[in-house]
């Protein structure tokens, strides 16, 4: 990495798919004079139902990508990733500050009334010992309802924000939350704000969904702060997005999303 300008170099962010785009979209809102490389591992989705192990390993590869391509900082933009990856990458580079996701159920304790709240994740998040840890320090007294959502980042990664299968889907997944008094939904997965506004139909407005996007872009401001690496607007910052199989998914959500002229790379690995 050249240190000299460092500050001048992208924010790297990773996810499995489309879902980091959402933390991403947050970035470039919250920090508009930044560089973003984005990797969206799309032959290898889903990450949620795979063993931590294999997930970690691709978490590594995905990294040592973005780092040669002088990443400055890495935002592990998926729940799942960060779940079974965060300290092995932390050790791996320490030099390097890695920003990890975690689902919001602090947030989430603060702002129910009904002391309940839903957390909406994926298989591999909820089994991990870091999802455990969260629970142990901050749902005590609170009742927790957790579900794996099996099979809607495929819908989602297939542009289904809206459908009526994706409805159906979302239906039995909250329903039975409201019916118990949920009063306060997490988004675990970052997949699924794309799908927020038909699940706050569903839930109604006196449910508040918990996105955690914009608190990781302000983290990000705060490292980036802290360490004196806040880019300049010497030039034009960069968007390069790399997904690892079709190009299809992608451009279709960043066509929602706020960035401007992205260039987007077929990933090949060797
Ligand atoms: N977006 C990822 C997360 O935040 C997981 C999606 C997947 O299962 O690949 O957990």
Redesign the pocket.
């Known amino acids: 990495m050249d240190t000299n300008h460092i500050h001048q170099q992208a924010i790297g962010v990773f996810?499995?798919?489309i879902?980091?785009l959402t933390v991403a979209n947050a970035i470039h809102t919250h920090l508009s004079k930044e560089s973003i490389y984005y990797f969206g591992d799309t032959n290898r989705?889903?990450?949620?139902?795979k063993p931590a192990s294999t997930v970690l390993q691709y978490c590594m590869e995905i990294s040592q990508f973005l780092l040669d391509q002088s990443c400055k900082v890495i935002v592990v933009?998926?729940?799942?990733?960060t779940a079974a990856a965060l300290p092995q990458l932390r050790a791996t580079w320490p030099q390097v500050p890695f920003v990890g996701?975690e689902p919001a159920v602090k947030p989430a304790v603060s702002a129910t009334k009904t002391g309940k709240i839903g957390v909406l994740?994926?298989q591999t998040?909820f089994k991990s010992p870091r999802y455990q840890r969260l629970l142990e320090r901050f749902v005590e007294s609170y009742e927790c309802f957790e579900n794996p959502c099996i099979g809607l980042?495929e819908l989602i990664e297939a542009g289904c924000w809206d459908s009526r299968e994706t409805e159906t889907l979302l239906r039995s997944i909250v329903e039975p939350m409201l019916a118990k008094g949920v009063d306060t939904l997490v988004l675990?997965?970052?997949?699924y704000p794309f799908v927020k506004e038909l699940l706050q139909r569903i839930a109604g407005p006196a449910v508040q969904i918990i996105d955690p996007a914009p608190a990781i872009a302000r983290r990000l401001e705060s490292i980036l702060i802290d360490k004196g690496w806040q880019r300049q607007r010497e030039t034009k910052p960069e968007q390069k997005f790399w997904v690892s199989g079709d190009k299809d998914a992608l451009e279709k959500a960043l066509s929602r999303l706020d960035f401007q002229n992205p260039n987007i790379f077929r990933f090949q690995s060797q």
């Not at 933009?77 to 990733?81: E, F, G, P, V």
């Not at 675990?188 to 997949?191: I, M, N, V």
Request: net charge negative; hydrophobic share 25%; proline share 4%.
């Open positions: 996810d499995s798919g879902g980091g989705i889903p990450y949620g139902t933009a998926c729940n799942t990733a996701m994740a994926t998040t980042v675990g997965c970052t997949h």
